[in-house]
């Protein structure tokens, strides 16, 4: 489900349009209008189905309010019509949502944003029915004009009575949450997840214990996923990926995005203008682990971010993992090197290297690596490691204009043949291969 209209941010012509897919996301009927209301702005509709019942929620703008209040409709013939709507917000002179509705023990679940009379910051509530969604009633959750902080677009995802909610921290600033132990009722106080990061921040909590949170990255205007595993040890938040659906962004960058589990994974829609007179849908598919899904085949990015020849690949590393130290298989032999934001980094630039390498059993190996470096050179592979100080090292050196080989052992640095310019340049990211076999080593390098 979808608005549809002349834009995103003047139009007040939108309607709600949906289509239906029976096949897990592989071919989609034709489109048709769900809901539609003479001279009255509908927009950002959110679908769900809890038991028998599909809930859709929107909200209203005209020419003199662009956000006049937030609604509810249900179906009992999943989508082909819809009851009469039910105002969610008690009249408030701005409020809007985008949020689905979700179940939590008896009670029926949503959240919108908006201000009282007299208000100069955006709040979130909770807004809670216990009759099906025929009335409800609100919880202020994040209150802005008590922080001095806009609080916009919440979304809500529930395991038991853990609820979470996802909101905009600041208007285009940040993404952050409240949480609830307690099915709703009490909430901790609004807190900063991700920096970085604006947009309607769609969640899903999978089954396997994974949450994943899709929103709009700020310095690219791309869509991304953040992610923790409440049934592991790790549970802080990875750092960014992009989704496994990666469209170009407009100007502007509004995106919606919308995860839902389905048997075998998750699927979704995201919606994303790509100009400032045109907006496209995608459909795409999130794993949280490898297998077949209903758009192609899946290869977890953690250990295997490298996909061609998969049969013959022994390692690979995305750094995916969360910030700070190497986790396993990784060993750091010297240095402080340590993962920041999907990147392994040298902590200081101390003219020290800074030695990291994974145990693949084989002494014959083909290792490859991406690499970007600022105020310093000294970037490279290193192969058959037999210490901190013995090894054979491929590495970039004389400001980026020199790749040369070297035996290093018991410290001591011996030079094989001569060196080739690379032409690496500082802030560009350059590739480099070292192929090791038998007693031979060849070496090349493209950037």
């Known amino acids: 489900m979808w608005r549809q ?111 009282n009379s007299g208000d100069a910051f955006d709040s979130c509530w909770l807004a809670a029915s216990t009759d099906g969604g025929a009335t409800w009633t609100r919880r202020l959750v ?26 905009r921290f600041g208007n285009q600033s940040a993404i952050g949450a409240s949480v609830s132990a307690d099915s709703g009722t009490a909430w901790s106080a609004p807190t900063q997840l991700f920096d970085d990061t604006t947009g309607r921040p769609a969640a899903v909590w999978l089954s ?15 869509a991304i996923v953040r992610s923790r595993n409440d049934r592991t040890p790790q549970t802080a ?24 589990e389905i048997p075998g994974g998750v699927i979704c829609a995201l919606g994303i203008e790509s100009s400032t007179t045109v907006s496209r849908i995608h459909i795409g598919w999130l794993a949280d682990d490898g297998g077949i899904s209903p758009l192609g085949d899946l290869i977890p990015d953690d250990r295997t971010a490298v996909a061609q020849e998969a049969d013959h690949l022994l390692f690979a590393e995305g750094f995916s993992q969360a910030n700070g130290a190497l986790r396993a298989p990784w060993v750091v032999g010297a240095g402080g090197m340590r993962v920041s934001n999907g990147f392994a980094v040298s902590t200081v630039a ?10 693949l059993a084989s002494a014959d190996v083909d290792l490859q690596g991406d690499f970007t470096y600022t ?41 094989l043949g001569d060196p080739v310019n690379p032409n690496a340049n500082q802030s560009a990211w350059t590739r480099l291969r070292f192929s090791v076999a038998a007693t031979c080593s060849r070496a090349s390098s493209t950037g």
């Not at 990875?238 to 100007?251: A, N």
């Not at 101390?350 to 145990?359: F, Q, S, T």
Request: with cysteine.
């Open 237 to 260: 938040w990875l750092p960014p990926r992009p989704t496994m659906v990666q469209p170009s962004s407009g100007p502007i960058g509004m995106m919606y995005a919308h995860p839902l």
């Open 5 to 115: 209209g002349a834009d995103h941010v003047n139009a007040r012509d939108g309607v709600i349009r949906t289509s239906t897919s029976n096949d897990n996301g592989r071919s989609w009927a034709a489109v048709v209008t769900a809901v539609s209301e003479a001279g009255i702005d509908l927009r950002d509709p959110c679908v769900s189905v809890i038991g028998s019942t599909t809930f859709l929620t929107y909200f209203k703008g005209t020419a003199s309010v662009p956000t006049a209040g937030c609604f509810v409709r249900t179906s009992a013939d999943s989508g082909v019509t819809w009851g009469n709507e039910v105002r969610i917000d008690p009249g408030q002179p701005s409020a809007a949502m985008c949020a689905p509705v979700i179940q939590v023990g008896a009670n029926h679940l949503t959240a919108y944003y908006g201000r």
């Open 375 to 415: 105020g310093q050179a000294g970037f490279g592979l290193i192969a058959r490691v037999v210490s901190a100080d013995t090894y054979l090292l491929l590495t970039v050196e004389s400001g980026g204009q020199a790749v040369r080989l070297y035996k290093v052992v018991s410290g001591v640095a011996t030079q």
């Open 208 to 222: 396997t214990g994974t949450m994943a949170v899709v929103a709009r990255r700020i310095s690219d205007r791309q």
């Open 142 to 167: 994040a209150n802005g004009p008590g922080d001095g902080r806009h609080y916009q677009e919440p979304w809500l995802v529930a395991r038991g009575t853990e609820v979470w909610m996802f909101i």
């Open 350 to 359: 101390d003219n020290v290297p800074d030695l990291a390498w994974a145990d």
